[in-house]
């Protein structure tokens, strides 16, 4: 009975887990909030309607995002990744800094969660793809 010893595990495919983790909290928090400040006490709820949880969550998703798709598209080359994702990280950069006042607080929650819906797609692509291609250990890294 052979034994697997298992792979390392890369920059590439960290940055995908990550980004996917922050662009659904990002996606939860728009969604839940709003439910909860009506079914709920308003008083310790306010906080995550402050901007700084908004700051925190695109400095999260940001870097990892690019972090995810700069290493995986140099290595599969996916036009699909990189269009999601570029789109997505516009979307969501916009909702955060222009959209709440062109479309209102309705509006710019429902920007962030198609940016978050689009993120989510280009990480799960990137990572699918990654890892059919053999470079699931950091695609790009010597072996």
């Given at each position: 009975m052979a034994i697997e010893v298992p792979q390392r595990i890369g920059a590439r495919s960290i940055a995908?887990?990550?980004g996917i983790t922050g662009s659904t909290l990002c996606a939860l928090h728009c969604l839940i909030v709003p439910?909860?400040?009506?079914?709920?006490?308003?008083?310790?709820?306010?906080?995550?309607e402050d901007e700084s949880v908004h700051?925190?969550?695109?400095?999260?998703?940001?870097?990892?995002?690019?972090?995810?798709?700069?290493?995986?598209?140099?290595?599969?080359?996916?036009r699909r990744v990189a269009f999601l994702g570029a789109t997505g990280l516009a979307l969501l950069l916009s909702s955060f800094t222009l959209l709440h006042d062109l479309l209102g607080e309705n509006g710019e929650r429902i920007a962030a969660l198609a940016a978050a819906a689009l993120l989510i797609s280009a990480h799960v692509r990137n990572s699918r793809l990654c890892r059919a291609s053999d470079c699931d250990d950091g695609c790009g890294d010597e072996r």
């Open positions: 995908d887990a990550i439910i909860t400040l009506v079914l709920g006490p308003i008083a310790p709820l306010m906080a995550f700051r925190a969550l695109v400095w999260l998703v940001l870097p990892t995002a690019i972090i995810a798709f700069a290493t995986g598209c140099a290595q599969h080359r996916d």
